[in-house]
């Protein structure tokens, strides 16, 4: 049997036991969505939202990583949250949410696009959500790497608790 062989038999048996559905249904119950099906692809991103096909992307190298699923999860299922809460509420937030999904939406998918892409408030309120979900109904710590992030999540999650 060749190395390769092996890698990919340790693989499908360790996915196998990484059951997501529970997690999936939980995040979408407190979203109020439906829970879309996940699936392992081969992605620049960590992973991406596909609105018209229903499901999320995670990246391939995430298959076995329980944590970083639940993050992409978490993430990209606001993603859909926005999308109904832009068609359901008419307000300051939702004007602005509608102005940044339109450009991304168009594209069919949602994933970053340089450097502004922290900046946009709805990925600002995607990340929120995920250190707010997670750590609070999950039993996770998370942690960004990515520059002073951290410091405007937390500020956001401040201001912001009556959405998430
Ligand atoms: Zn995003």
Known sequence: MSRTKETETIYSRGNENLDLKPLC???????GIEP?????EDLYDDSRVYIKENYVAI???YENDYEECA???AHEYR??????????FSNERSIRWKKELQSV??????????????????????????????????????????GK????????INESKNIL
């Open 25 to 31: 249904i939980r995040i979408a119950n407190r979203l």
């Open 36 to 40: 879309l099906d996940i699936r392992f």
């Open 59 to 61: 990246n391939k190298k």
């Open 71 to 73: 993050k992409s999860i």
């Open 79 to 88: 993603h859909v949250f926005q999308i109904f809460y832009v068609n359901l």
């Open 105 to 146: 939406i168009n594209n069919s998918n949602m994933d970053s696009n340089g450097s502004n892409y922290i900046a946009q408030e709805i990925e600002l309120d995607a990340f929120a959500f995920t250190k707010y979900h997670l750590e609070k109904y999950e039993n996770m710590k998370v942690v960004n790497k990515i």
């Open 149 to 156: 992030l951290d410091f405007y999540i937390q500020e956001y």
